[in-house]
């Protein structure tokens, strides 16, 4: 990546909006609890954390003709532009006394739209300048920067608050982001990428989505996807109130295992680009497993170290299945269509989520926060084992023809 001339100068722009995005986790619900009313923190609490992510998968699937056919610069370059302007109006709203929750969630709201395709359209271009071979890697590089701006950007983002508000800090994330804007419009232009082979206007117009449902492969692994992040979602619901009622334990612990899957991400990141010699598709099943065995510890009745460190064996194998997955789908797709993929990828893991952490309000208050961790544990476990058995089914089909 640092010797790439073209990928060395997206690198700087890249790290620092993901920096801001490591601040705004901080930032906009923050921000929500000092504009909404007493009454209503927890509602607008949720619908601007919401807001500042579900309108990306949206605008995956219902923008596809309009952007499919984009090259990646300007994918991610639009989307810069819009999560700069966007964001940087809630300061500006906010400092003419013009602010209230309405107007931030929709702001919010409109800073993502277009987020999903932000994103295809970086790691398209990653696709379309490196050799497959190097894919891997690349995908890590970004994915370490990532994990990294997750930890860090908390950490910046709580003193700024306390010096100039939440607002100084949406202004930052805003400015990070016309930074990574100026990058694409300046830096990348599009017509320094390779040029893509001939594809039919029908073909680069396709829906994602139906690029996936017709590949039996993609789809198995969009479906992996979905259900990996949808059994991780309870975990964010149960893992506090199993920290202060069932462990007994202060806030201190609870950041203690944020902080040990943070380290464990940043270590499994910087492993991942050794990956590359490995076989990509039983590698990817292989970490779903190993990721459930090693949640599902969390769950019982063992000592604290032994919990913090089943977590953070866990944040080891977080990075490599997510660039392992993207991986597969660039070198699964045609480069035509590889945007639509990837947005539409991106859209799956947005909602799934977020389904997720839906479901284990109801599972918390009806079985506690260790049954519901082991609940999460077990889904993710035996649906890597399913998609074993699948694989193996495949490859058994495959010799025999």
């Not at 920067?145 to 950490?155: A, D, R």
């Not at 953070?312 to 977080?318: K, Q, T």
Request: net charge positive.
């Amino acid at each position: 990546m640092v010797r790439h001339r073209t990928l060395r100068r997206l690198l700087p722009g890249f790290a620092l909006s993901s920096l801001g995005d490591g601040m705004a986790v901080v930032a906009v619900s923050w921000f929500a609890l000092q504009l909404a009313p007493e009454a209503d923190r927890g509602i607008w609490v949720a619908a601007a954390a919401a807001a500042y992510t579900l309108p990306g998968a949206v605008g995956a699937l219902v923008l596809g003709r309009v952007l499919g056919h984009r090259s990646p610069t300007q994918l991610a370059g639009w989307d810069a532009i819009v999560r700069a302007c966007a964001l940087g109006a809630i300061p500006i709203a906010y400092a003419l006394g013009a602010l209230n929750t309405w107007l931030y969630v929709v702001l919010l709201a409109a800073s993502s739209v277009l987020h999903s395709w932000g994103q295809a359209g970086v790691y398209t271009l990653l696709a379309r300048v490196l050799p497959q071979q190097d894919h891997l890697a690349g995908n890590a590089v970004l994915s370490t920067i990532g994990s990294f701006c997750t930890v860090v950007g908390p950490m910046i983002a709580a003193p700024l608050i306390v010096w100039g508000g939440a607002a100084t800090v949406i202004a930052a994330d805003a400015a990070t982001f016309a930074v990574l804007a100026a990058t694409f419009l300046f830096f990348i232009p599009a017509k320094s990428l390779p040029p893509l082979p001939q594809e039919s206007d029908d073909t680069s117009r396709s829906s994602g989505l139906t690029v996936i449902r017709r590949d039996t492969a993609l789809l198995g692994l969009l479906v992996l996807s979905f259900g990996f992040f949808f059994f991780f979602g309870p975990v964010y619901v149960a893992l506090p109130l199993h920290v202060s009622e069932e462990m007994r334990g202060s806030a201190a612990l609870l950041a203690a295992f944020y902080t040990s899957f943070g380290i464990g991400a940043l270590i499994g990141g910087m492993l991942t680009g050794y990956l590359s010699r490995w076989r990509l598709w039983p590698t990817t099943t292989g970490i779903v497993i190993a990721f459930g065995a090693a949640m599902l510890p969390i769950g019982f009745d063992v000592p604290n170290i032994v919990a913090l460190a089943s977590f953070a064996a866990a944040g080891v194998l977080w990075p490599p299945y997510s660039s392992l997955a993207t991986t597969l789908f660039q070198r699964s797709t045609p480069p035509a269509l590889l945007p639509q993929v990837l947005a539409a990828n991106s859209s799956v893991r947005v909602l799934s989520v977020p389904l997720g952490t839906a479901l284990g309000g109801p599972l918390v208050a009806g079985f506690g926060g260790g049954a519901t961790l082991r609940f999460a544990a077990i889904g993710i476990l035996l649906l890597g084992l399913v998609s074993a058995v699948g694989l193996a089914y495949r490859a058994s089909a495959a010799r025999r023809t």
